[in-house]
C-alpha cells in the first residue's frame, strides 16, 4: 500500500449480516444451487453456501451462462460485479452486498450475499421472495401523482394511453448510488436493480454493465443530474482517488483491464474537478424498461 492511502474498513452490515463475515461465508462455504431466478436474462442463480454457521442465501453469476454482447468482452460479467463491489467497499457507502469470484457447481462466477426481507430466513423458505424493486423510492406514477420533492425523469404513456412519470425520491442513499454508478459508469441501473435492505438500508445489484472505457452511463436515477457534489461526497471521492492510485486500482486492474482501472480513476477525477453530477448525454440513458 502506497503511503497515505486508507484501509477500506468493511465493516458494513447487509440485510443483518455483517460484511466481514458475509465474506469469509461465501468465500470458503459449500456453494449449492437452489433454482434459477427466473426473470434474468444470464444464468442467474438463487444457491446457498453452506457451512458450521448453517446455510446463507446467495446469487451465483457463473461465467459460463453469461449471454454474449456486443458491447462488453466476452465472459467479463461476473468480474465486473466484483470491482463494483471493491468500489463500493471502499466508498464506505455499503450500497453494493457482498460479492467474491469463486468456484461453483457450474464453474467460476461472482458470488454476492443475498439481500433476505427483514427478519425472514430465506435458506429455510420454500418460496424465494424478491426484495421490493425500486425500494420504495423509484416508481411510475400518474402524471398527476407526483409527490412534491420528487424528481421526474420522463415523462411517457402507459400501455392504456395514460400520461405517467418515472420518477425518484430526492433521497440521500439513492444519491449515494448516483455517484457510484457515475464512478462505475454502471449502464444498466433500473429501478429493480435498486434493492431495500435492512433498518432503511438501501442497496444496489446487478453490476455486469460496468467500467466500460467509453461513457454508458444508463440509469433512471437522472434527477440528480447537474447538481453540485455534496462535502461528504467531495470527501468520499477524494479518498476513492488515492485508493484507486494503490490497491484498489491493481485489484481494478486484475477484475477488469488496465485502461478500464485508469478510466474509472478519471471518472473520480473528473467529477472531483466538474464537482457536478454529469448529464444525460446521447441516446438511450434510461434503462428500458426502467424496471
Ligand atoms: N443480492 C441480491 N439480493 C436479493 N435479490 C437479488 C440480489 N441480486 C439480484 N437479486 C434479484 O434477482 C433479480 C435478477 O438479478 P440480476 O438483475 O442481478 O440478474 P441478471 O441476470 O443481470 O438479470 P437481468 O439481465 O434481467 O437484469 C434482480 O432483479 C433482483 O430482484
Ligand atoms: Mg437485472
Known amino acids: 500500500m502506497s503511503p497515505g492511502e486508507?484501509?477500506?474498513?468493511?465493516?458494513?452490515?447487509?440485510?443483518?449480516?455483517?460484511?466481514?463475515?458475509?465474506?469469509?461465508?461465501?468465500?470458503?462455504?459449500?456453494?449449492?444451487?437452489?433454482?434459477?431466478?427466473?426473470?434474468?436474462?444470464?444464468?442467474?442463480?438463487?444457491?446457498?453456501?453452506?457451512?458450521?454457521?448453517?446455510?446463507?442465501?446467495c446469487v451465483y453469476k457463473p461465467v459460463t451462462g453469461e449471454r454474449p454482447l456486443w458491447d462488453f468482452p466476452d465472459a467479463t460479467l461476473a468480474r465486473r460485479e466484483v470491482a463494483a463491489y471493491a468500489v463500493s467497499a471502499a466508498t464506505g457507502w455499503n450500497v453494493v452486498p457482498p460479492t467474491v469470484f469463486r468456484d461453483g457447481p457450474l464453474g467460476p462466477g461472482s458470488v454476492q450475499l443475498w439481500l433476505q426481507q427483514d427478519g425472514a430466513d430465506?435458506?429455510?423458505?420454500?418460496?424465494?421472495?424478491?426484495?421490493?424493486?425500486?425500494?420504495?423510492?423509484?416508481?411510475?406514477?400518474?402524471?398527476?401523482?407526483?409527490?412534491?420533492?420528487?424528481h421526474t425523469v420522463l415523462e411517457a404513456e402507459d400501455g392504456g394511453g395514460r400520461p405517467v412519470a418515472l420518477v425518484h425520491a430526492d433521497d440521500l442513499r439513492l444519491r449515494h448510488i448516483a455517484v457510484l454508478d457515475v464512478v462505475l459508469n454502471n449502464a444498466d441501473r433500473k429501478g429493480?436493480?435498486?434493492?431495500?435492505?435492512?433498518?432503511?438500508?438501501?442497496?444496489?445489484?446487478?453490476?455486469?454493465?460496468?467500467?466500460?472505457?467509453?461513457?454508458k452511463l444508463r440509469t433512471v436515477l437522472w434527477g440528480f443530474a447537474g447538481s453540485h457534489l455534496l462535502a461528504e461526497e467531495r470527501e468520499v471521492l477524494g479518498a476513492l482517488a488515492v485508493d484507486l492510485e494503490g490497491a484498489l486500482g491493481e485489484l481494478l486492474q486484475e477484475l477488469l483491464s488496465v485502461e478500464e482501472a485508469v478510466a474509472t480513476l478519471e471518472r473520480v477525477q473528473r467529477l472531483l474537478t466538474v464537482d457536478r453530477l454529469p448529464r444525460p448525454r446521447g441516446h438511450r440513458t434510461i434503462p428500458w424498461p426502467p424496471f
Open 122 to 150: 430465506p435458506a429455510g423458505a420454500e418460496e424465494v421472495v424478491l426484495p421490493a424493486p425500486g425500494a420504495g423510492l423509484i416508481d411510475i406514477v400518474g402524471l398527476r401523482h407526483v409527490e412534491p420533492g420528487w
Open 192 to 215: 429493480g436493480h435498486v434493492l431495500p435492505g435492512w433498518s432503511g438500508a438501501v442497496h444496489g445489484v446487478d453490476h455486469g454493465l460496468t467500467f466500460h472505457c467509453e461513457p
Open 6 to 57: 486508507r484501509v477500506p474498513t468493511l465493516n458494513g452490515t447487509f440485510a443483518g449480516i455483517a460484511e466481514q463475515e458475509a465474506l469469509a461465508r461465501l468465500v470458503a462455504g459449500d456453494l449449492r444451487i437452489e433454482g434459477r431466478l427466473a426473470d434474468a436474462s444470464n444464468a442467474t442463480m438463487y444457491a446457498v453456501v453452506g457451512g458450521d454457521e448453517g446455510d446463507l442465501a
